[in-house]
């Protein structure tokens, strides 16, 4: 009984109270003033690093992590089952072998 009445008296002191709220307007000239006048934003080193980090994430989710297209998933090139680079018949040749010496 005791928590509610607590409770209570604290809705009631929150709800009677005024409200923080800007009654005056500003003057024309003024508000005129401030909108033209230079706005700098700073923010911490920390924040900025955060941001970085985001930034560099994003990247590397879309490009990938190196130069070159982006490898999937799965295990690197060489590790795992099956054939090893280098192994296996020689690709075909697109081109004519060139003539043995003395062949005219």
Do not use: C, N
């Not at 070159?68 to 690709?91: D, I, L, S, T």
Request: aromatic share 12%; glycine share 12%.
């Amino acid at each position: 009984m005791r928590k509610l009445l607590i409770f209570a008296t604290i809705a009631v002191g929150s709800a009677l109270a005024a409200p923080a709220m800007a009654t005056e307007a500003l003057p024309r000239e003024l508000a005129a003033r401030l909108d033209k006048a230079p706005a700098e934003y700073s923010w911490s080193a920390a924040a900025e690093r955060r941001h970085m980090i985001m930034e560099e994430t994003m990247r590397q989710q879309r490009y990938g992590r190196g130069y070159g297209p982006p490898r999937g998933y799965g295990p690197p090139r060489g590790y795992g089952y099956g054939p090893r680079p280098g192994w296996g018949p020689p690709p075909p040749r697109y081109y004519a072998p060139p003539p043995p010496p003395g062949w005219w």
